[in-house]
């Protein structure tokens, strides 16, 4: 089994940052990958941005150029910097870690950017 829990959300103005973190503990395979998802009220949850253990990285379109992610794995922890956020950010954003088995998720933490 695998823990996934995130930290780092907040309420923040449109323009300012915040950097999230999701730290994984348990039965960590060396092959993951690791990623950051997010759910506004009413929509489905969406790719944000994932990033595999060698450090190949993959963005949506929407937070290219504003948001990085990037991992640590001697602490298996993976964070997501989120720069010049938007109102259309606010979502609850998830860690989701990836391997041969069933996905693992973490609780969730919320994002609220206010214009």
């Known amino acids: 089994q695998v823990q996934l829990v995130e930290s780092g959300g907040g309420l923040v103005q449109a323009g300012g940052s915040l950097r999230l973190s999701c730290a994984a503990s348990?039965?960590?395979?060396?092959?993951?990958?690791m990623g950051w998802y997010r759910q506004a009220p009413g929509k489905q949850r969406e790719l944000v941005a994932t990033?595999?253990?060698?450090?190949?990285?993959n963005y949506a379109d929407s937070v290219k150029g504003r948001f990085t992610i990037s991992r640590d794995n001697a602490k298996n922890t993976v964070y997501l910097q989120m720069n010049s956020l938007k109102p259309e950010d606010t979502a609850v954003y998830y860690c989701?870690?990836?391997?041969?088995?069933?996905?693992?998720w973490g609780q969730g933490t919320q994002v609220t950017v206010s214009s």
């Open positions: 989701k870690l990836s391997d041969w088995r069933p996905d693992y």
């Open positions: 348990g039965s960590i395979f060396s092959i993951n990958t």
């Open positions: 990033i595999t253990r060698r450090g190949t990285t």
